[in-house]
């Protein structure tokens, strides 16, 4: 039983455009959500989080929208860039104090130049 | 100047062997992490130590035995290897736990002949 999802196994978006990644949650107890990208040959690294009060979070180029009602959360990338391609990863954390995440199963995102 | 160092990073044995993946971490994070990605590119978490003590051991075979000599190093042994571990097994590492952002090594990619 998966509890972290990522219904797209890949995403193309032409340089300079918005790139939207999605994820789906199934347990409603998980407060705190991460995104990672990965390279290959490489291990995952951060790239930004949110809580579950929250339902926008903004670094850069990178935005995190939470939509707790809909169990779901998605990554906005602007403007894409060809560095940004690569694999994206969600994860949710359980109940706080909880140690482990939950990670779903990437979606690769190639940028176009 | 790696933070986080897995070795070796490229494993390829026969069934029914014997071996180990060692993982050092230089960033003074007291809570270490083994993860394992499977054909279907789940990250799942195996185990996790804090300050040497075992705080995570997710539903993992007794052929894995994870080992911390000290909050620095976590070291996985894998005994009578199967097929079925062929996998990148990827080492992290964070300050506290809780699901707060965690560092990962580049991985180790275990191929069982």
């Known amino acids: 039983d998966q509890q972290v999802k990522q219904n797209s196994p890949s995403l193309s978006v032409q340089e300079g455009r918005i790139s939207i990644l999605n994820c789906d949650y199934t347990n409603s107890m998980f407060d705190y959500f991460l995104w990672y990208k990965k390279y290959p040959a490489e291990g995952p690294t951060f790239l930004i989080s949110i809580s579950s009060i929250k339902d926008k979070n903004e670094d850069g180029r990178f935005t995190v929208f939470l939509n707790k009602s809909a169990k779901h959360l998605s990554l906005h990338i602007v403007p894409s860039q060809p560095g940004d391609s690569a694999v994206y990863f969600c994860a949710a954390r359980g109940l706080q104090g909880a140690q482990k995440l939950v990670f779903g199963q990437g979606t690769r995102l190639t940028i176009n130049p | 100047d790696t933070a986080v160092s897995q070795t070796p990073k490229y494993l390829v044995t026969q069934m029914g062997n014997d071996k180990s993946i060692k993982c050092e971490q230089n960033?003074?994070?007291?809570?270490m992490y083994w993860y394992k990605q499977d054909s279907k590119k789940f990250l799942k978490i195996m185990f996790s130590?804090?300050?040497?003590?075992?705080?995570i051991n997710e539903t993992v075979p007794n052929r894995f035995s994870p080992k911390s000599p000290d909050k620095a190093h976590l070291n996985l042994h894998i005994n009578s290897l199967e097929l079925g571990d062929s996998a990148v097994y990827f080492c992290?590492?964070?300050?506290?736990?809780?699901?707060?952002?965690?560092?990962f090594g580049d991985g180790t990619r275990l191929s069982i002949l």
């Open positions: 130590y804090n300050n040497k003590e075992l705080i």
């Open positions: 992290a590492s964070s300050q506290g736990s809780g699901g707060r952002p965690q560092h």
């Open positions: 960033l003074g994070h007291d809570t």
